[in-house]
């Protein structure tokens, strides 16, 4: 059995980001159920209070939260490589791009996707508007950059990547945005790249 445990559900973005750094560093690891009547057990709660996926087990250790887990892959497994550098500058923009996917990426097409697919209670106009504000800054931004944060891939492109490219299964278009596109496609490109399982696709907004 692998020493690491990923728990998670198929369709979270959150997890995908998780399972395409591990299986990017050809890391082995075993798929934990991580559906909602198992993280309302106790025995979730033990790993993460907040009873949310995904959580990381490897050995004694356990890792929550997405971003987390991906700095905690590479500085483990990968600590020299090019998903996390120690240049200063890069890292600080490694880290800019993190904060933006659990800040503009999570409150705009993620949670349109959250609201379209799963009804969640959160806001679709709020999301739109975020979408609205973020993409044209990840379009120019991309632009002229192949990459987030440097010119290879960082762990910054695999958090941003899932929510984004699931886009328009919350009605958000990405047609307007050939740069984000042409990001996309190089992020598919990389070894070990798995997609996330595809939604219906709604009515596109506006």
């Known amino acids: ?30 798929t934990k159920d991580g559906g909602k009547d198992v993280r309302q057990t106790a025995a979730f709660a033990q790993l993460n209070p907040l009873q949310q996926v995904p959580v990381l087990t490897d050995g004694e250790h ?18 020299d490589s090019h998903w996390l550098p120690e240049d200063p500058l890069q890292a600080a923009e490694v880290q800019k791009w993190l904060s933006r996917a659990a800040g503009e990426v999570r409150y705009g097409p993620a949670s349109a996707r959250m609201v379209k697919q799963f009804s969640a209670p959160e806001s679709y106009e709020s999301a739109l508007t975020v979408s609205a504000k973020f993409l044209p800054q990840l379009e120019q931004h ?61 009515e596109i907004a506006g």
């Open 1 to 30: 059995m692998p020493a690491i445990q990923l728990y998670s559900t198929p369709l979270s973005g959150h997890c995908h980001r998780v399972i395409l750094l591990l299986n990017m560093l050809s890391l082995p690891f075993e």
């Open 62 to 79: 356990v890792v929550t939260d997405s971003n987390a887990i991906l700095v905690y892959l590479v500085k483990r497994y990968a600590p």
């Open 142 to 202: 991309l632009e002229n950059s192949e990459f987030l944060a440097t010119e290879r891939a960082t762990i910054a492109d695999l958090a941003c990547y899932s929510y984004v490219a699931a886009a328009p299964e919350g009605g958000v278009s990405l047609a307007d945005y050939p740069a984000i596109h042409r990001w996309l496609k190089r992020v598919e490109s990389l070894p070990g790249f798995t997609p996330l399982p595809a939604l219906p696709l709604p």
